[in-house]
């Protein structure tokens, strides 16, 4: 027997790795629908408030009716059990609505996100062969026009929709059928359509009531429809009659916004990536609102990072407690780590927990053997939680998801993460990378290969690459390395704009450099290791640096520096050429605020991008007195 090929551990050491710590299933689960626990809260709690904006709300009983009502009226407009609707609204109580008209229909939703490009929308349209897309009037622009869809606009036929019935359709829909499509990046260029049906979702919602310490809370619905996030926000609320808070217009972007929102909500439950988290963090420790009544913030996405602003953000908030969850999208949730003690206390990288209700997780070597405490390994997920598989692609599913070794369940599978994590003593998994060129953005899951394989299609382009950095630990940046031809000159601003027709915002480069040719290792490959860090010398280009010329310019360009993590900034540098992020943009906001005692609107930054426009903001804010009355709340472009 060739020694590689010998197991790592004994008998004992086995069954806790294959049985002991993935003893999950001891709770008892009735598999349901998304929307059957929801009816039956409607006939509870008729007259609760269900769903609110600030400014309006419509109760369980409301809210039941108007699904009802749309969910006929796409009946009426050829929608059958078991076909996809599309989804293209922004954040709104028509939202809700379509979400559980479209489940109460029997088809499943696809989230088609407005400020995507026309180009990725079609493709989902086309990929999941959507006969109808639910919109509002001023959205149908962004939709693709070579669409075979036709779309419903809810606002514009909402006379139409209300003479619908507003008794619930008598349409069958299995626990097996699918609930939604979300489409993530593809390393091959071509986006993959994860196909999650109805049973995974109820064991996930049913162990989330279960894990929350106030499954009542009052929840900001934070995430994109297109997160999986927005299933936990929203139906592990409205299944137990819970209030659900949506931030509508440019509020997600605004944090220090979002946070006087939330305070005046009296939010108690938060979901959110952990970039997001420590943007609140921030802003509260530059002067920005504490929302007083939040109680339970459980973060994602990406790796938990505790730093001292966290740590006094949660001590601020005394019986608020903090927990990390971790999954890939396959499988939503697949375990749990509720950080305790102290903040002051806190590890600066939690654990990822340990499996949830009805998961399996296994860490396992190339031979897909169990792997021994404190050895790394690739994470492989079993249990309730896995999705169908990959729409229409069943090659990429059956590399994804194999049959599962350990189990002797007929048919029992394992995702395959392709996350690299180890076990600790105590039965809990520590994090430690990617196993491939998968990053995170933002909370956001992104292929390089499809990122660099757009780069390479740009006008002028001979050869491209993309990495995530993370020179500063917490700070990652996606940064564009480029090979141009000989006649070409790097525009930014143009290579920007031509990718962010084809891609994603949160796929598109913060910052780009341009290079005479990508290092090479001696084999040929690419050496990501040796691409250079972006400083504000090359991102700068060949435009020259501008000292500034006064102390608030002085002060300003620091503040610039500060957040962009640059050695010196110049007051006609772009903040956004340099790499900032309507993220980063919160916290120069947050600064602002704290250093010059002017309160300024996040669009500021966006309108005013260099310290000399923006000093001149700040001067003329200053004369007018703005910061005794807050600025309106108004949509910002996203970055």
């Known amino acids: 027997q060739s020694l590689w090929r010998l197991p790592l551990l004994d008998e ?71 076909l996809a609707v599309g989804i293209c609204l922004d954040k709104s109580l028509d939202m809700a609505v379509a979400v559980l008209a479209t489940l109460k229909a029997g088809a499943f939703y696809v989230a088609l996100d407005p400020n995507y490009p026309a180009e990725r929308l079609a493709f989902m349209l086309a990929d999941t062969r959507a006969p109808v897309v639910l919109t509002h009037s001023q959205l149908a622009s962004v939709l693709p026009a070579s669409t075979d869809a036709r779309f419903v606009l809810v606002d514009s036929e ?17 626990t097996e059928d699918i609930a939604y499509v979300i489409y993530t990046s593809g390393s091959t260029g071509i986006p993959k359509g994860i196909v999650m049906p109805h049973r995974a979702l109820s064991f996930l919602l049913s162990w989330q009531i279960r894990q929350s310490p106030n499954p009542r809370a009052v929840t900001l619905q934070f995430a994109s429809l297109n997160f999986d996030v927005s299933i936990q926000e929203l139906f592990a609320s409205w299944w137990v009659g819970a209030h659900v808070v949506l931030p509508t217009g440019g509020l997600r972007q605004d944090i220090p916004a979002l946070l006087d929102f939330m305070h005046r909500q009296q939010v108690e439950r938060l979901f959110l990536p952990f970039v997001a988290l420590q943007a609140m963090a921030d802003s509260v420790s530059h002067g920005a609102t504490l929302p007083s009544a939040l109680r339970e913030v459980v973060t994602a996405g990406e790796q938990l990072q505790v730093n001292a602003t966290l740590a006094s953000f949660f001590e601020k908030l005394p019986g ?79 590399q994804a998801f194999v049959p599962n070794p ?166 006609t540098d772009n903040f956004f050429a340099l790499g900032g992020h309507s993220l980063l943009a919160t916290q120069v906001i947050s600064r602002i605020r704290s250093s010059f005692g002017v309160e300024l609107p996040l669009r500021a930054l966006f309108e005013a991008p260099t310290v000399a426009s923006l000093a001149a903001r700040i001067l003329s804010a200053s004369r007018e007195g703005s910061t005794a009355q807050p600025p309106p709340i108004l949509p910002v472009p996203r970055t």
């Open 12 to 82: 004992q050491e086995r069954h806790q790795f294959l049985v002991s710590w993935n003893d999950t299933s001891r709770e008892s689960h009735a598999v349901t629908t998304m929307h059957g626990p929801f009816e039956a809260q409607v006939l509870r709690t008729p007259d609760a408030i269900a769903i609110s904006d600030g400014a309006r709300s419509l109760t369980y009983a409301a809210l039941d009716a108007r699904a009802n009502q749309l969910a006929r009226h796409l009946a009426s407009r050829g929608v059958t059990p078991g």
């Open 158 to 174: 909402a006379d139409s929709i209300s003479r619908q019935s507003s008794q619930a359709p008598s349409v069958l829909v299995s």
């Open 320 to 398: 608020s407690v903090l927990e990390n969850q971790y999954g890939p999208s396959e499988a939503h949730v697949v375990s749990a780590f509720r950080l305790q003690g102290a903040p002051s206390s806190w590890p600066r990288l939690p654990s990822i927990g340990s499996p949830v209700g009805h998961t399996q997780l296994f860490v396992l070597d190339p031979l897909g053997q169990p792997v021994p405490i404190g050895v790394a390994g690739e994470v492989f997920v079993g249990g309730t939680h896995l999705a169908h598989g990959y729409l229409a692609r069943p090659e990429t599913t059956a």
């Open 406 to 571: 350990f189990s002797g369940v007929p048919g029992s599978r394992l995702y395959r993460t392709g996350d690299s994590a180890r076990w600790k003593a105590d039965g809990t998994l520590e994090f430690l990378g990617r196993l491939d060129f998968q990053v995170k953005v933002r909370g956001f899951r992104v292929e390089l290969g499809e990122v660099e394989s757009v780069l390479r299609s740009a006008p002028g382009m001979r050869d491209a690459a993309a990495v995530v950095r993370e020179d500063v630990p917490g700070d990652k940046r996606l940064i564009g390395y480029v090979v141009l031809s000989s006649d070409s000159a790097l525009d930014s601003e143009a290579l920007r704009t031509f990718l962010l027709k084809r891609l994603p915002e949160y796929m598109v480069p913060s910052a780009f450099i341009s290079l005479a040719a990508l290092p090479l290792t001696p084999s040929g490959k690419l050496a990501r290791k040796l691409l250079p860090a972006p400083d504000a010398d090359t991102l700068r280009g060949d435009s020259s640096f501008v000292a500034p010329r006064n102390p608030e310019e002085e002060k300003l360009a620091s503040l610039f520096a500060t957040v962009l993590r640059l050695e010196r900034v110049g007051v």
